[in-house]
């Protein structure tokens, strides 16, 4: 991939993104920006392309075209890997080893400092549980042992893939506040999602469909250019207006 130049508003540049997978193209000649120290959402139903948007991203995905530059690399170069923290939708801790041992073991993998053990595990509230095994945790544990794991080494830009799937409420809650006080502290957040409501959480929002962008705004300009009263219903009016052949 290009690299197309420092901006230092900016923590991700995508000009032309193009995915195939087999003889399918996943992602259509995408073009946005994420701008840094704010959370943004990318919302948008399930086989839409987010995670297949985030792989590439954070540098995993094969058969990429186009211009992908974070933190004014190209997406994948080896210096990003200590600057990134990147969540799957699965779990990314090992079972058989407490939450301790897990960020210990990964913390030697990315040669974080030790100290970041105890410092994540206070950030996401699993500190009563470091010397538990990772099966025993709840589900809302176990998401939360996986985002420890990508908060060593203090990353500048974290990419959540759909972290509160699954999760009461509350924790949904909670999860989203702690997002909030990353961003607060100058990290970036892209945090994927298919629950449109979630949209009042980010500071602004990427509507992903059948692999493009749809809308790159705050939630505001967005209810007030579709004029719709909720995101979900500004999502359904634009993809009327698509398959209507219109522009979205």
């Known amino acids: 991939m ?10 991700v540049r995508v000009r032309g993104l193009r995915v195939v997978r087999g003889a399918r193209e996943v992602l259509h000649g995408l073009d946005f920006d994420v701008r840094r120290g704010i ?13 297949t948007l985030m792989r590439a991203i954070v540098g995993v995905q ?12 190209p997406a994948g170069s080896p210096p990003l890997r200590r600057r990134i923290g990147y969540v799957t939708q699965a779990p990314s801790v090992y079972a058989d080893l407490t939450v301790a041992e897990n960020l210990r073991y990964f913390a030697a993998v990315l040669g974080a400092p030790r100290t970041d053990v105890d410092r994540v595990l206070e950030q ?18 176990l998401s939360r042992s996986s985002l420890a794991v990508a908060l060593l080494n203090s990353p500048e830009l974290l990419v959540l893939d759909e972290p509160t799937v699954g999760l009461d409420p509350v924790l949904r809650r909670d999860l989203w506040s702690l997002f909030h006080r990353f961003a607060d502290a100058g990290a970036t957040l892209l945090v994927s999602s298919h629950v449109m409501d979630e949209a009042q959480r980010c500071d602004r929002l990427l509507l992903v469909r059948d692999g493009e962008i749809v809308a ?21 009016a634009l993809a009327d207006r698509l398959e209507s052949g219109g522009a979205a």
Do not use: H, W, Y
């Open 2 to 11: 290009i690299n197309v130049g420092v901006d230092d508003d900016l923590a």
């Open 39 to 51: 959370v943004t959402g990318l919302l948008g139903p399930s086989g839409g392309g987010k995670s």
């Open 62 to 73: 094969a058969m990429v075209t186009g211009t992908c530059e974070v933190l004014d690399l």
């Open 124 to 141: 996401v509230d699993l500190a009563d549980q470091r010397d538990q095994m990772v099966r025993e945790l709840s589900g809302g544990q």
């Open 216 to 236: 790159d705004e705050t939630e505001a300009e967005l209810l007030a250019r579709t004029g719709t009263p909720t995101v979900e219903a500004a999502f359904l």
